[in-house]
């Protein structure tokens, strides 16, 4: 997303002056569950909670956060557009950020033992 402009006119020229936009960082919290196709092929679904409706799934647990996040990507900018804020809440999930974050996704494995 570059700088917007804004039209002025005048009686014998039409300009355009540069509008900063600000950007800001959101966070989400997703949840991710295992899942499997009728013919047993592995899969994983994920949700974002905050946002209703806002599914998708991937064959492999890195696919399905890349999906994720354009699929919330996508769901803000229609809110964007239509007027709408976005559902910041922290008891949600949901945070936002005045700067740029880097943001590293673990997957974490419990260790069990055998008897």
């Known amino acids: 997303m570059g700088k917007r402009l804004r039209k002025t006119t005048n009686a014998e020229e039409i300009r355009f002056i540069p509008v900063e936009s600000q950007k800001k960082t959101y966070l989400f919290e997703v949840v991710i569950e295992p899942d499997n196709f009728p013919d047993g092929q592995e899969a994983w679904m994920t949700y974002c909670p905050a946002l209703k409706g806002c599914t998708t799934w991937g064959y492999t647990y890195p696919e399905t956060l890349k999906n994720i996040q354009e699929a919330i990507g996508v769901y803000i ?39």
């Open 77 to 115: 900018e229609d809110m964007i557009e239509q007027g709408e804020s976005v559902p910041v809440d922290p008891a949600q999930g949901v945070f936002e950020l005045a700067q740029p974050v880097v943001v590293v996704n673990v997957r974490t494995v419990t260790p069990f033992m055998v008897m």
